[in-house]
């Protein structure tokens, strides 16, 4: 999208050091509650009081067993929802908010995953919960707001060649999980990039509420 020139803001969860030609990067830890906010509003100072589309790429991936202890299992839940839901859904909120008080429209991309429909790994019912919840959120702001030029699309990739994604690849047999992928690998950063590049700059009005799955083929709906 900075390629195209337009003003492109980050988030991260730690402090990063700035690199040259990148878009800056706010430091933000959607753990607590309050730092959603503050992102919100330093990132409308970077913007000069105007921002006109929000990724909602944010994520937590981490294994939570059955046999946890009861506040082990419920905390890693909490957290992963905290992190992967409620987050988002400050965001949407603070920008569907913003659009309505200056009169315009604005676009939503939630980053979801293929999890909101076909479900995940005994360990994660934490993960594709919050998926599925994102996926249902991005579809009710896509009816509510429409006629005002709040536009919402989803993108629902499987695996994604991330550091994130590595581990779990690598702890359920790697190469022998590409076999249920009939591309034969899983996706790249750029091409999930594009995806939602496209419906940041591209995407037709018409296409609000749409889910763009980007998995391989290894679920088909």
């Known amino acids: 999208m900075a390629a ?14 700035p690199a040259p030609q990148h878009p800056p990067l706010i430091a933000a830890d ?11 509003e330093h990132a409308i100072e970077l913007a000069g009081g105007e921002i006109d ?16 202890s009861d506040i082990e299992w419920l905390d890693a839940w909490e957290d992963t929802l905290r992190i992967n839901l409620t987050a988002a859904a400050q965001l949407s909120r603070l920008a569907v908010r913003h659009w ?26 934490h993960y594709a919960a919050a998926k599925g919840g994102m996926v249902a959120m991005h579809k ?5 707001y429409a006629r005002g ?17 590595g581990d779990y690849l690598a702890s ?6 590409l076999a249920d992928i009939p591309l034969g690998r899983v996706a ?19 296409m609000t509420g749409a889910v763009i799955d980007a998995n391989g083929a290894s679920f088909v709906r």
């Open 53 to 68: 589309a929000v990724v909602n790429n944010a994520g937590r991936f981490e294994a939570n067993r059955l046999d946890r």
């Open 149 to 165: 030029g709040i536009l919402s699309f989803a993108v629902t990739p499987g695996f994604t060649d991330t550091s994130m994604a």
């Open 188 to 206: 790249t950063p750029t091409e999930i990039a594009a995806i939602i590049a496209f419906c940041v700059l591209d995407a037709p009005p018409s």
């Open 30 to 40: 959607f753990a607590d509650p309050l730092a959603v906010q503050a992102l919100w």
């Open 172 to 177: 359920r047999g790697g190469p022998g999980l």
């Open 4 to 17: 195209r020139g337009v003003q492109v803001i980050g988030h991260a969860s730690r402090p990063q050091l």
């Open 140 to 144: 009710t702001i896509a009816r509510a």
């Open 100 to 125: 309505q008080a200056r009169g315009c429209g604005g676009r939503l991309v939630h980053v979801a995953s293929r999890a909101a429909y076909r479900g995940d790994s005994p360990a994660h019912w």
